[in-house]
């Protein structure tokens, strides 16, 4: 079973950067389009950007030019650096697939996010 692990979350102010890490256990990481997503209180999870094996990376309109999806397959890792950030980034961030078949593997804890103005 494959567990994901995210840290990287915490308090900033508007304008600051953070940098979130996802640790995937499994040999299968490396073939899987993987996604960072969002939830902020009261409102569903969101996809915020993805990326492919090939590294091909997509993103929301409202993170675009502000946050910037990488992976590294020899560790398992994906991360999401985020710059500009802004109240409204203000949530829990998860990793997770984000290919065709959207979020296939079980849910890690998160990490906390939050974005003083």
């Known amino acids: 079973q494959v567990q994901l692990v995210e840290s990287g979350g915490g308090l900033v102010q508007a304008g600051g950067s953070l940098r979130l890490s996802c640790a995937a256990s499994?040999?299968?990481?490396?073939?899987?389009?993987m996604g960072w997503y969002r939830q902020a209180p009261g409102k569903p999870r969101e996809l915020v950007s993805s990326i492919t094996s090939l590294r091909n990376t997509k993103y929301a309109d409202s993170v675009k030019g502000r946050f910037t999806i990488s992976r590294v397959n020899a560790e398992n890792t994906v991360y999401l650096q985020m710059n500009s950030l802004k109240p409204e980034d203000t949530a829990v961030y998860y990793c997770?697939?984000?290919?065709?078949?959207?979020?296939?593997?079980?849910w890690g804890q998160g990490t906390q996010v939050t974005v003083s103005s």
């Open positions: 499994g040999s299968i990481f490396a073939i899987n389009t």
């Open positions: 997770n697939t984000a290919g065709p078949s959207g979020s296939i593997w079980p």
